[in-house]
T-cell receptor, first 113, second 109 residues
Framework: KAGVTQTPRYLIKTRGQQVTLSCSPISGHRSVSWYQQTPGQGLQFLFEYFSETQRNKGNFPGRFSGRQFSNSRSEMNVSTLELGDSALYLC????????????FGPGTRLLVL | GIQVEQSPPDLILQEGANSTLRCNFSDSVNNLQWFHQNPWGQLINLFYIPSGTKQNGRLSATTVATERYSLLYISSSQTTDSGVYFCAGSGGTASKLTFGTGTRLQVTL
């Protein structure tokens, strides 16, 4: 079975732009969670999607949004980028609940200049 | 929300040595996982262990849910074990994982 895939792997943007990141979960997995990793804040939960519905949300501003499609693929969008949004964005999938074993993708490294 | 503390923050071992990493939780959790992050950033799930003991090769983990802690044991360490080890958990009906700050392990020859 193929693992979790994320595209693109690397991205450079400038302040004020917006960005869309994509995540394809393991086949058959329906829960997709997003995390942001920075040296200062560590790994922080962004949101979780299940059956095209946001099931849980972390403490991030409204500039961070996401969605899930009927095939369980998920996208996250960050609008009006700030320097502090530079981070590794990780996507994780699990069968049904994020309380189950979570499998992470390789991440997207975003640099905001 | 749940707070997660990991110790030690840094660890340097010689190849072949054993080590124990600890994770403490501020509240009870019904979901506890250990991960290894390699130098390229990939997080690999090591154990899903809300309670009890599990073993996988040179790695084993024990969670004592009633005392809100979990231990990860690495035996006969190898250079490929280097990286950052994270524990993460969630409690109640919360579906989000709260991560600790990690233990950075360096295994030297």
């Amino acid at each position: 079975k193929a693992g979790v895939t994320q595209t693109p792997r690397y991205l450079i943007k400038t302040r004020g732009q917006q960005v869309t990141l994509s995540c394809s979960p393991i086949s058959g997995h329906r829960s997709v969670s997003w995390y942001q990793q920075t040296p200062g804040q560590g790994l922080q939960f962004l949101f979780e999607y299940f059956s095209e519905t946001q099931r849980n949300k972390g403490n991030f501003p409204g500039r961070f949004s996401g969605r899930q499609f009927s095939n369980s693929r998920s996208e996250m969008n960050v609008s009006t980028l700030e320097l502090g949004d530079s981070a590794l964005y990780l996507c994780a999938s699990s069968l049904v609940y994020s309380q189950e074993t979570q499998y992470f993708g390789p991440g997207t490294r975003l640099l905001v200049l | 929300g749940i707070q997660v503390e990991q110790s030690p923050p840094d660890l340097i071992l010689q190849e072949g040595a054993n080590s124990t990493l600890r994770c403490n939780f501020s509240d009870s959790v019904n979901n506890l996982q250990w991960f290894h992050q390699n130098p390229w950033g990939q997080l690999i799930n090591l154990f899903y262990i809300p309670s009890g003991t599990k073993q996988n090769g040179r790695l084993s983990a024990t969670t004592v849910a009633t005392e809100r802690y979990s231990l990860l044991y690495i035996s006969s360490s190898q250079t490929t074990d280097s990286g950052v080890y994270f524990c993460a958990g969630s409690g109640g009906t919360a579906s989000k994982l709260t991560f600790g700050t990690g233990t950075r392990l360096q295994v030297t020859l």
